[in-house]
């Protein structure tokens, strides 16, 4: 059972807006940094937004990040074909003294 | 173009042991701390170790803590996780990352991921 809290999977239609969240505790994600990572099939992750709402060079602007108390958030509107993938949350946890990972959320475009 | 490349994955019996390196290209890692993440067949990712730059500071998960042994060496721009006593459940994709920090220190991430090493535990 992760840290971070992630919904297994999420699917949406191209062109739809998407939200993937990501649950978390006084410990982490209230207090750090929330950082999303997207894993295509068969690749390593590569990072996607970090410090919460900041884009990776060449992410479009379809991907933004938020954080609200202990929920951050994923959204990408103007889904595409190629958005299909696994996306994970991560954060520093204090009391744990680790780094934490959501469990993923496999995104399908239908 | 920014590469960092695992090697010394393989079969291994449990009780055994293997040693992963990871080597960058097109990036120093002299100055940054660096990271290895795992992640078993169809599930998700999990952090393992972390060293910080100058190899003065380290961290474990609790699942390899007393296990496995993260270290550096800066002449050789490498990057090395020993690991001993493996268990099945230590089968895995095992990810370098490179690290970034803001100049606060207070957010930090994986800027850049290698391309991953199967270690595969099993008699």
């Known amino acids: 059972q992760s840290v971070l809290t992630q919904p297994p999977s999420a699917s949406g239609t191209p062109g739809q807006r998407v939200t993937i969240s990501c649950s978390g505790s006084r410990s982490n994600v209230v207090i750090k940094a929330v950082n999303w990572y997207q894993q295509l099939p068969g690749t390593a992750p590569k990072l996607l937004i970090y410090?919460?709402?900041q884009r990776a060079s060449g992410v479009p602007d379809r991907f933004s990040g938020s954080k609200s108390g202990t929920s951050a958030s994923l959204a990408i509107s103007g889904l595409q074909s190629e958005d299909e993938a696994d996306y994970y949350c991560a954060t520093w946890d204090d009391s744990l003294n680790a780094w934490v990972f959501g469990g993923g959320t496999k995104l399908t475009v239908l | 173009e920014v590469q960092l490349e695992e090697s010394g994955g393989g079969l291994v019996q449990p009780g055994g042991s293997l040693t992963l390196s990871c080597t960058g290209s097109g990036v120093s890692l002299d100055d940054s701390a660096m990271h290895w993440v795992r992640q078993s067949p169809g599930k998700g990712l999990e952090w393992v170790s972390t060293?910080?730059?100058?190899?003065?500071?380290?961290a474990y998960a609790a699942s390899v803590e007393g296990r496995f042994t993260i270290s550096r060496d800066h002449a050789k721009s490498s990057l090395y996780l020993q690991m001993n006593s493996l268990r099945p459940e230590d089968t895995a994709f095992y990810y370098c990352?490179?690290?970034?920090?803001?100049?606060?220190?207070?957010?930090?991430?994986?800027?850049?991921w290698g391309q991953g090493v199967l270690v595969t535990v099993s008699s």
């Open positions: 410090t919460n709402y």
């Open positions: 060293i910080n730059w100058n190899s003065n500071k380290v």
């Open positions: 990352a490179k690290d970034f920090c803001t100049s606060t220190g207070w957010a930090c991430y994986f800027d850049y």
